[in-house]
């Protein structure tokens, strides 16, 4: 039987999801409220302002004077050649609309990691948003929240907000909105547009689409899903909604490279002139199954490195083991049962991760494991699940290590300098 954490309301109960906003118990509101803006407030004071990694603000004034290229002051933006001794941004355009407005009013000279401090508090207003729905305990909203906002790889994100990590936090806060209007099962082309403005700034958040069709045709959760063309009804909208960003996406891609599929990425030069396709962790190409053990070894395993030198625990560029960073992550073990959240819900972080894990990159430079923000829409409202009862000590105490390491880590990597690669 469907959990009522993610039942689907009735066919014309389309404004529930906003009445059940406005019905949320005060209960956790003012903490939800006090750490919204303290986290806005820490991660940008913990961006270093490395303004020649801002790429989507110079993407955005290129935009606003006609041109698709970025000029010759994008300094170490990875870049394919362009015209007039300008770049082509290899990544998708979508990140690019949260400033463009601004960089209309006030010109290039905005600083993108304000942007990014406030994209990062507002994932955390929906992921609350998210906990409510799902009917999560106000106690283990809480604590999940704060583990969300400073004990995971989201404050490195909005902390850093440089050209990548941008990327991340656009692609999450539009793909928890998504999800947020699957799971009252409403307004199925907003949510499909969401999620295609998700993918047009992440592409691998785009095969997270799994969960958001079964929760819209209210798949069963039996195994194998008996369909009936009813299923598929509410598809139509979404998938309308998708393909506007993803068709513009294509149409922004042709006209720079004259094909649809082609970011740039391919095209991009290294330090010396020569193709990124030469450097050794693309040996067997950009993507490659004989890259999961590597992206495996640094999103499980990787550890700070100890060296005789105060703090001794030096983070690595390379990245930062998930258990060590986010270590309430261990409890999705017990995210298992015949739930629609469940059941697709892993089926599409297996989808989505199925780019980065055979990515020949792993993400530097970083700490922790950046790329599983793609998932992170999914991972955390099943978190949600397995504490919407309360949350044990244990759970508390972890997510308690997490924010330490955290701390740690961004202390030592941007006051001290503390890091190795």
């Known amino acids: 039987m469907t959990s009522p954490a993610v039942a689907t309301p009735r066919a014309d109960d389309s404004d529930a999801w906003w009445r059940s906003i406005r019905d949320i118990r005060r209960d956790d509101r003012a903490f939800v409220f006090i750490l919204t803006i303290l986290a806005g407030v820490i991660y ?45 941004m ?52 809480c604590w999940l929240l704060a583990a969300f906002a400073f004990g995971s790889v989201h404050w490195w994100a909005a902390g850093e907000g440089t050209v990548w990590l941008f990327a991340h936090l656009s692609a999450v806060f539009f793909a928890l909105a998504a999800l947020l209007l ?42 194998p899903p008996k369909l009936s063309s009813r299923s598929f009804l509410p598809f139509i909208p979404f998938f309308a909604g998708f393909a506007i960003p993803v068709v513009i996406t294509m149409g922004y891609n042709f006209a720079r490279f004259g094909n649809p599929a082609e970011f740039g990425y391919n095209l991009v030069l290294n330090s ?61 073990f017990r995210a298992h049962g015949r739930n629609r959240l469940l059941i697709y819900g892993w089926i599409s972080v297996v989808t989505g991760l199925a780019l980065v894990v055979t990515h020949g990159g792993i993400g530097w430079t970083q700490f922790g494991y950046r790329r599983i923000l793609d998932v992170a829409p999914i991972l955390w409202p099943m978190l949600g699940w ?32 503390f890091v190795s690669f």
Request: net charge neutral.
């Open 272 to 332: 010396e002139g020569q193709s990124v396709l030469t450097e050794s962790w693309y040996s067997d190409g950009i993507n490659s199954l004989s890259y999961i053990p590597r992206n495996f070894n640094v999103m499980f395993l990787k550890t700070f490195d100890f060296v005789e030198q105060f703090p001794w625990f030096r983070p690595n560029w390379i990245g930062t083991s998930l258990i060590l960073t986010t270590p309430i992550f261990l409890w999705l």
């Open 182 to 223: 699957a799971l009252h099962g409403t307004r199925p082309f907003l949510a499909g547009l969401l999620l295609g403005l998700a993918a047009a700034s992440r592409v691998p958040v785009g095969l997270t689409m799994p969960l958001y069709l079964a929760l819209y045709g209210r798949w069963p959760v039996h195994w």
């Open 44 to 88: 940008w004071a913990t961006n270093p302002a490395r303004v020649e990694l801002d790429g989507f603000v110079p993407l955005a004034d290129a935009l606003l004077h006609g041109k698709l290229y970025i000029g010759p002051e994008f300094g170490y933006l990875e870049h394919a050649p362009g015209p007039n001794g300008g770049g082509y």
């Open 386 to 417: 397995v504490f919407r009862r309360g949350i044990s000590i244990e759970a508390k105490v972890a997510i308690v290590i997490g924010i330490l390491v955290n701390a740690y880590g961004i202390w030592a990597i941007e006051v001290l300098h």
């Open 90 to 141: 290899p990544y998708p355009p979508a990140p690019v609309l949260f400033v463009l407005p601004v960089v209309a009013l006030f010109g290039p000279t905005v600083d993108q990691s304000i942007a990014a401090a406030i994209i990062g508090a507002a994932n955390i207003l929906l992921l609350w948003l998210v906990f409510v729905k799902l009917d999560v305990a106000p106690i283990s909203r």
